[in-house]
């Protein structure tokens, strides 16, 4: 995959804005710095790769925001092998930011299209998630539990069957809310029956669909 120093030079800009936005985390920024998102662009909307905003990408789907990116991982807490499970693969931009940071990810995705372009991907880029094509609302209980759950679609609610498979200590990440707007929320399981909750301000996601298409 081509990474000229004209992409480098773009990248590490978008990492000292990004820094400039408050995400403190040397290690996500680190990632972000490493990781080629022109490569999860199509060719035709390479010029855009390196701007802070979100784009779409294919199934009426979007590539997230870079800040909004940040901001979720940084929320995560990933530590090197931490079993992490991702709710909507997407382009896989984001599940090659926490590869890069070390963690285990396993991947779901509804749309087969999606799911196969990258796989593709990501696999060229030498990077190996588990991918699941199937429904984030049902999550991975064959590999449960995961140290941290990450949703990177609008939910109007967490699903308990996500909640079950997060260890206790764990922290699921999760936009909620109903279509449009919804609040940035953290959820730390504390115990088997208990969970604490933080919220980070409002952000913008496609919905949270159950199924897979």
């Known amino acids: ?16 804005d ?24 199509d060719s035709g909307f390479i010029q855009f790769a390196y701007r802070d905003n979100a784009f ?14 940040a ?3 940084e929320l995560l807490e990933v530590k090197e092998f931490h079993k992490v499970l991702e709710i ?7 599940t090659a930011i926490l590869l890069e940071m070390g963690a285990r990810v ?16 990501l696999g060229k880029m030498g990077y190996h998630p588990h991918l699941f094509w199937g429904d984030g609302y049902l999550g991975k209980e064959s590999y449960a539990p995961f140290d941290s759950i990450l949703i990177t679609a609008g939910a109007p609610s967490i699903p308990e069957t996500l909640k079950n498979q997060l260890k206790v200590g764990g922290c699921l990440v999760a936009p909620i809310g109903e279509s449009g707007t919804q ?11 208990k969970f604490e909750s933080e919220t980070f301000g409002y ?11």
């Open 1 to 16: 995959m081509e990474d000229s120093l004209r992409y480098k030079g773009m990248r590490k800009r978008l990492v000292d």
């Open 56 to 69: 779409p990408i294919a199934a009426g789907q979007t590539i997230s925001q870079p800040y909004t990116v």
């Open 18 to 41: 990004i820094r400039l936005k408050g995400i403190k985390g040397e290690a996500v920024l680190e990632a972000m710095n490493r990781v080629l998102r022109h490569a999860f662009m």
């Open 88 to 94: 909507g693969t997407g382009s896989g931009y984001q």
């Open 106 to 121: 396993y991947s779901i995705e509804r749309h087969k299209e999606l799911y196969q372009k990258a796989g593709d991907l």
């Open 183 to 193: 609040i940035m929320t953290r959820l730390w399981k504390v115990s088997e029956t």
């Open 203 to 213: 952000f913008s996601f496609v919905p949270f669909l159950k199924g897979k298409v």
């Open 71 to 73: 901001f979720q991982t």
